[in-house]
């Protein structure tokens, strides 16, 4: 049977054209590949914090009929282009009017689907009348523009993140005729009975998501994604190991599981291009290491580096420390070692120096989003990121794409799916090591995993530049298994399903 394929996708998240997380890069990567195939039919939503925004250029002959009739509904929108590969539609909305309705939408969602936002704090609010400004555009859209020059367009819409959540749930009730689908990342409370240090994987089937929302103080959050999960025409998550979360913790099992891709346009072309670049990072990051520690570094010194959002146990920079550290005091290297630790806010003001009379070896901190990510990364020797919970984790994805081997977990996403379509073993059988190297977790092996990433690092270390320019090949290799242009079969199967359930749902209204 034929798929249904979409006529117009229009796509929310608190990340379009405000780079704050993982998410960006799911869309900003992704949208070229749709924007070939929809044009100006493709539109992302985003917040608008009423600033200048360097991502966002506004184009005011863009939907400029329907922006006109905009303000008369009470939205202030800001029509213009991302500005990522694609250049696709991006309106950015004003959701500050909205907090004067915010108890009316409250009682309308815990009246239409049982959404408690009673025990509401933080983020929710300001979360939610994004969602709901979102949803009006979304509305407005539909009503003054597509339905109007094609009233049978096959239309998406797909929120990501509970922070999204409630726009789909407005959307589902008002206009019903478009198919909507909700994409969590990682439930809010997987994340936090991760973050609270409680043992996650070991007691997935024995915790009730209910119950753990209210002792972790997260019903709100909880009560709203549980809901959009069960009422959206298709739900989705991005990996194995979150959609197992999602069946336990949801009580709903994801319709489809949508892996993140890449878009390697990022990546240098030209290998005169590529070691170019190299070649500036290595020594942009040698002179900030020169620079911090007042000595020297030659183009012999091995460089690592691990980089995400901070969450100290669950990105697994607790792990990262130990390793480096029993790397540093184990002493054998015969090479100086840095490893540069780029997570915005890690709170860590002394750099860890282990010096021997065989080796030097220094942990430094760059706690600050660095806005040349790719063009530091591709510097690199070893990537190394042993995360405790990562529902994807695009940071190995990158580094792998950038031709750096990585190390990886397997209670990340990346890692669970390179193990499952066996991209971590060597196509190359003659190589001495894996450019993914992915090893066990679990909620009490710290010790065991830690060994055995200081003992893969001192292997890296220690290879002679013909078999690590080998491995590096390889890793580029390995990156083209995971872009978008095969990956995106996966978001094809999400419109079908959700164009299908959404004519069921219509007909027996």
């Not at 070939?36 to 914090?49: K, S």
């Not at 400004?133 to 239309?155: C, G, R, W």
């Not at 797909?158 to 909507?180: D, F, R, S």
């Amino acid at each position: 049977m034929a798929k249904i394929k979409p006529d117009w996708v229009l796509e929310s998240s608190w990340e379009v054209c405000n780079k704050v997380g993982g998410i960006y890069t799911v869309l900003s990567t992704r949208a070229k590949i749709l924007n070939e195939r929809l044009g100006d039919r493709l539109i992302f939503i985003g917040p608008d914090f009423g600033v200048e925004n360097g991502l966002f250029a506004e184009d005011d002959k863009i939907y400029s009929g329907w922006r006109k009739k905009t303000t008369a509904e009470g939205l202030s929108v800001r029509v213009g282009r991302w500005q990522i590969p694609g250049n696709p539609v991006a309106i950015l909305v004003d959701f500050k009017p909205f907090f004067s309705e915010k108890n009316a939408i409250y009682a309308k969602m815990w009246e239409d689907f049982n959404v408690d936002s009673l025990h509401a704090y933080g983020d929710y609010d300001e979360s939610c009348m994004f969602a709901i400004a979102t949803a009006k555009v979304v509305e407005s859209l539909y009503k003054m523009e597509i339905s109007v020059n094609a009233p049978d367009a096959n239309v998406i819409y797909q929120c990501h993140e509970w922070m999204t959540g409630m726009g789909a749930l407005y959307i589902k009730k008002n206009v019903p005729e478009i198919a909507t689908i909700f994409t969590t990342h990682a439930t809010t409370i997987g994340r936090s009975i991760a973050g609270n240090g409680k043992p996650l994987y070991d007691y997935l089937w024995a915790y009730k998501g209910d119950q753990m929302a209210g002792e972790l103080n997260v019903a709100s959050k909880h009560s709203l994604e549980k809901q959009v999960a069960c009422h959206v025409d298709c739900f989705t998550t991005v990996s194995d190991i979150t959609a197992r979360e999602c069946a336990e913790l949801l009580d709903k099992t994801p319709d489809v599981v949508q892996p993140n891709g890449f878009d390697n346009s990022f990546v240098p072309s030209s290998k005169a291009e590529f070691d170019k670049k190299r070649c500036q990072a290595r020594e942009k990051l040698l002179k900030m290491a020169s620079d911090k520690l007042e000595t020297s570094f030659d183009d012999d010194t091995f460089i690592i580096s691990t980089s995400g959002r901070f969450e100290y146990h669950n990105k697994g920079l607790d792990m990262f420390h130990d390793a480096i550290c029993r790397l540093g005091k184990d002493g054998t290297c015969r090479r100086k070692v840095l490893a540069f630790i780029f997570v915005p806010y890690y709170n860590a003001t002394n750099i860890d120096v282990f010096q021997t009379d065989s080796s030097y070896l220094a942990i430094i901190p760059v706690p600050e989003y660095l806005p040349d990510y790719y063009d530091t990364i591709i510097g690199c020797d070893l990537c190394i990121y042993p995360s405790y919970y990562e529902p994807w984790g695009y940071t190995p994805l990158e580094a792998i794409a950038f031709n750096v081997p990585c190390i990886t977990t397997d209670l990340a996403g990346f890692g669970l799916w390179a193990e499952k379509n066996k991209i971590f073993v060597k196509t190359n059988t003659s190589l001495p090591l894996s450019a993914v190297t992915v090893v066990h977790r679990s909620d009490y092996n710290f010790a065991e995993a830690s060994v055995e990433i200081k003992d893969t690092i001192k292997k890296f270390v220690t290879l002679p530049v013909e078999e690590m320019n080998a491995v590096r090949k390889e890793a580029a290799t390995l990156s083209r298994r995971a872009l978008w242009k095969d990956f995106i079969r996966y978001y094809d199967e999400a419109y079908d399903i959700a164009f299908r359930n959404k004519i069921t749902r219509i007909k027996n209204s």
